[in-house]
């Protein structure tokens, strides 16, 4: 039988922090059908920015070591918000002793690690998450209804892309971001967001050819040094995709696209309609229907309202628009629910690790670039 | 010397009432500096509800009597969620024992109701706010701060509208919100919003000229009944008006305008620039600044980041975006940061009070009709 | 029986006069039915610059003095497109000459003057058109049928506005077009345009309560110069009208309005249905129809293509969209057409009187500005 | 010495015969420094529809046989608008008279024939064009100077695409198009447009890397036929190319794009800026500049003006937007002028040529998918 409440304890209170603390504050009025979240403590590295988180976020205690959380009987849930440098050993204490865990996307540096945090999840049955915020838009879980109805028809392809420009500027410094131990670069760090979005409305991704590259080579070290560094990450991913269903498409990664803030957007074409969907307009998707009275066919804003759940736990009018924060409620809503009923309700740490498999032979793919043809 | 905590009481459960609940919950996480809300008690006519409330919104404790709550000597703060017939007994109440009081819009039917409970919470001291959420935008905030700073030069003119479609269908029933008990209609309801819009971004509304008409004549009283209620509130109110700076404008409220679920939108614009807005795209403000390199003019597309406070406090990142229900939660931070600084952030009473004169000196212009030149 | 070709005179060679010759040259390629129009004389008051314009518009000859072109008995149509002081001399002269007349708007400075144009059009049996080229386009048409046909139920109201900002800096030089000689300002020049649109898609204005304003006092005579000339036509107008349908609306006209280059917009809504159209796109029409599936509903884009009559006569495939001066060769075809058949396509004369009477009605109400309440 | 005055031939008098004949009658009005075109004899298989299109567009006479163009000494312009099966044949007889070309795009169906062509072109010192109308653009002018100018400081990235629908339907009929004897398919009709684009804005594509399919693998022989014609031609291209400046981007070709009726779109972004087009609202840029006011910074939507050369040609007002067909205006206009000059503003027929090296290196490198990662 499942829980009334859960316990929960939070590690990282930086942007990912916040957003999970906002979200377990507001996933019962939401939902009510969940366990209650119960905030019970906050790690940071800094104690005293823990203290703080606790009383600003409304966690009951906190603490300078991690540990501390893993340790404690009272808590049933912990999230990872930390860089992913240390999400595999804070992962695998948790499940060690019993925890569901959520953790931050991209799940670990190498698949390798992704595939042990698996194992050791599914070993000891707890339920997993990783933070694909994302999917969880009332217009995308509309999305995926839509093809799996087959109101598109037959699906003939896909075209995504999530694009920002936090790295555009050549004279930006260089950061841990950049250093390759936490990964690839953009095509884990973006790139992991369009290939869960395409695998959520579309399934497996199946075959992969990519050219990968690094736009900005070194970078300063510090604000008015001379000394710069080499960049060993990348900052722009293109990738060619077949689908398991047969069809094709391209998926973008790219962080130095100057001007773009968040166009983590698709478009996707069937033989009978289309939809086009842009984060940059969260409340908003478009579809084309074929076969209608052609004096008025058109691509039609959709706005979202009610009628699309999970909207209406939020707001009863249309209209209204949820926001970033309000997706990670639904995140972590969900992520309650699947710990209550015992299954996950995804994405998973193996639908992580299936994202990292595309990541890698997207890399894979373009080291060796042999197809490409010189004209 | 202000408390730290302040003890909260909710009387509605309802649309208003579910805002609120997120917005005290969600507020010191996003604004560290307030003080923190206690949620203390929820009333709601039906003691059950109210108890379910309590339960999903994290209250302590339940009433199906609202006056438990103004009794509450632990609660400092009453929210007043309920229908506006209701708002005048309920504040003057929560006035006269000392509580500061948030009430939704329209703050009272009539405009003698609202001097009333503006004169008793003057009287009383008590800091007071009302429902005009959308305000509290940041990106209202920038555009506010634009047209002081002069970057549109002098204001020469503004257009506001706000329109819904939730009473369109003729067919659609006679409800309560139709009982002109509750007030004059859609210029109440819908139009206080724009009024109060305007006058943020530019100040006192000087005159008014307006045509208010009912659309809908009569409304089935029931599902499947032949018996028509006569509708005796209007569905568009139309008002030229001229503010104080010495330009004009017009207004629009509109509850029947097929297919807009949030068109509250206004474009204001001065011998330098101008600026677009639509809450449908409640994220971007649209801006033009004249005398520039002419070949690269035009609009510009600004999305709200954290350069545009206080959206930092929700999200570090730009372009993330901010939803209705963050709206409501900056609105009840600055009522609770007003409370603790002993002066009000606004809207107060009075500035309802004042918008409201606005919707009664409409009401009066269109019955004259006077200007109106039948060609 | 009707003509086979018609000989085409040309007074003016401006803006409009351009506009008009592209027209003619374009007109038989597009519609194939009308009578071929011939070229033959051009006129301006500077005969070197007629000379230019017949070589590069490709008229047979040119004059100095456009009586010319009223006593050549091979010119069938005239085309008037001098400022408009000119248009009742000169339209008079053309009537008298038995010739049909196609007249750029606004008609002229008075409606005095507009009526005896009318008359002698009528008694001499001519042909006549007036310069509303917006209407021409296939999205309007479009929208006008749907209207007709009952496609957004009862007509509910009407948002209509033509801003530009050619007048927005008040350091530009006062002009001719300032001269109140020529007519009343804004609520003539661009207000005639949306009062032009209001008519082709909803019928009659019964009654106009108006604020119309000079924002710009005064303006430099001349460049570098101190002396500043008072400006004594209007720069806004604000209409609040009502239909011979029985609901209202509003109509703007702007000069001023920084940054706007082409807002001739309109929203109309009915109890079944709504659109939204805007010339700065003028190859789309945004139509919502009530009552399908809510999921998928929405304003839907409708883009223009040979499914819109007369898009197809330009060109065969959809989505590749007309210019302004196709519009106005629709225009002149239809005007051709008219000549044809013994029946102006409108709108002619008449229509122009009929528009010029709200514009007057819109300045007497402005006048008394009594329905005005003082807050 | 260049000629005043050209004669032209028309061969073909479909959808682009049309265009090329509104073209030629309004080119000189839009832009007086050019030749002046003179219509003298247009060709169509069939001499009844020849006919009727030389009355119609205004040639001096007509025939049904294309050779009678060649044999005209009148002549010195011959415009190629038939399927490109006859290009080769028509364009070497026109040459081998000595008749400056006009060819509609694709130059032909394969890269063999195309360099025969340019060949042919060059040793006879004819000027020569194709038909890429779209970067006519006066945005697409613009787009290209602010990018030579460094405005965008250096490029970092491309993606465009050209998708249009007319294929989508599986149940569409087979159709000519879809003959391989008149080339590859998507790649080479609506492929060579985006390739066209990307070369006039960046400069020379050198790497491809692509995946080209067939979506729809047989077709209805005929209406209500059950007998089905396999497709051999392709239906979507993908392409990840490279440019000579460094760079790299990706290309989309897509005729079963459902919905979808222009969207012929890029997005550049460079250090310290961006910019975004789409066919489908062809007067229009957008703009992103780094490094300005952070609270305002955007995308700005530039509309085409007269201050973007040659829209004054055509408008001296800005906004009122240019259409299809204008755009061939000025490809013809720029075609004789070059002719005057004595030499090809382009594209010419090296430049078609260029192109079709892409699409065929595109093609190579599909067939081989070496690169393809199976995960």
Redesign the interface.
């Known amino acids: 039988m499942s829980k009334k409440k859960l316990g929960i304890g939070l590690i990282g209170t930086?942007?990912m922090g916040?957003?999970h603390?906002?979200a377990y504050?507001?996933a019962?009025?939401?939902f009510?059908d969940i366990p209650?979240p119960e905030l019970r403590m906050v790690a940071d590295v800094n104690a005293e920015g823990a203290a703080?988180a606790a009383?600003?976020?409304?966690f009951a205690s906190s603490t300078g070591n991690w540990r501390d959380i893993i340790a404690n009987p009272d808590i049933d849930v912990v999230s990872i918000t930390t860089p992913n440098t240390f999400h595999k050993e804070m992962t695998l204490a948790a499940i060690a002793a019993g925890k569901h865990v959520h953790c931050e996307k991209p799940l670990s540096p190498t698949l390798a690690d992704s595939e042990e945090m698996v194992k050791a999840a599914e070993a000891k049955k707890v339920i997993t998450q990783v933070g694909f915020n994302y999917i969880k838009n009332p217009m995308l879980k509309?999305a995926r209804e839509?093809i799996a109805a087959g109101e598109?028809?037959?699906i003939?392809?896909f075209?995504g892309?999530h694009a920002?420009d936090?790295m555009?500027?050549?004279e930006g410094l260089y950061t841990w971001r950049l250093d390759p131990v936490g990964g690839p670069g953009v095509v884990a760090d973006l790139g992991s967001h369009i290939i869960c979005m395409a695998r959520f409305l579309l399934g497996?991704?199946?075959?992969?050819?990519?050219?990968i590259?690094t736009?900005v080579k070194s970078r300063p070290k510090a604000v008015g040094s001379k000394e710069r560094v080499p960049v060993l990450v990348d900052?722009?991913a293109?990738l060619?995709v077949?689908f398991e269903g047969g069809?094709?498409?391209?998926l973008?990664a790219?962080w130095?696209?100057?001007?773009?803030?968040?166009q983590l957007a698709f478009?996707v074409?069937?033989?009978?309609?289309?939809l086009y969907f842009t984060q940059?307009?969260?409340n908003e998707l478009q579809?084309?229907?074929?076969g209608g009275d052609?004096?008025?066919?058109?691509?039609?804003?959709?706005?979202a309202?009610p009628?699309?759940p999970p909207y209406g736990g939020?707001?009863?009018?249309?209209?209204?628009?949820?926001?970033?924060?309000?997706l990670k409620t639904i995140e972590m809503a969900e992520f309650l629910r699947g710990i209550a009923h015992g299954k996950a309700e995804g994405p998973d740490f193996r639908e992580a690790y299936e994202i990292q498999?595309?990541v890698e032979?997207?890399l894979?793919?373009?080291r060796?670039?042999?197809?490409?043809?010189?004209?």
């Open positions: 930086g942007f916040k957003a603390a906002f504050r507001s019962l009025a939401a009510p209650t703080k009383q600003q976020y409304g509309l839509m598109l028809g037959e003939t392809g075209r892309i920002e936090y555009h500027d050549p497996k991704i199946t075959h992969v050819n990519a050219d590259e736009i900052d722009i293109r060619m077949r069809f094709g498409g391209t973008e790219n130095v696209k100057t001007g773009r803030k968040m478009e074409h069937g033989s009978k309609g289309s940059e307009r969260l579809f084309y229907k074929a052609g004096r008025t066919a058109g691509f039609t804003t959709i706005e309202g009628q699309h939020f707001i009863v009018a249309a209209g209204h628009q949820l926001g970033f924060n309000d498999k595309v032979a997207a894979a793919s373009s060796q670039a042999a197809s490409r043809v010189t004209i």
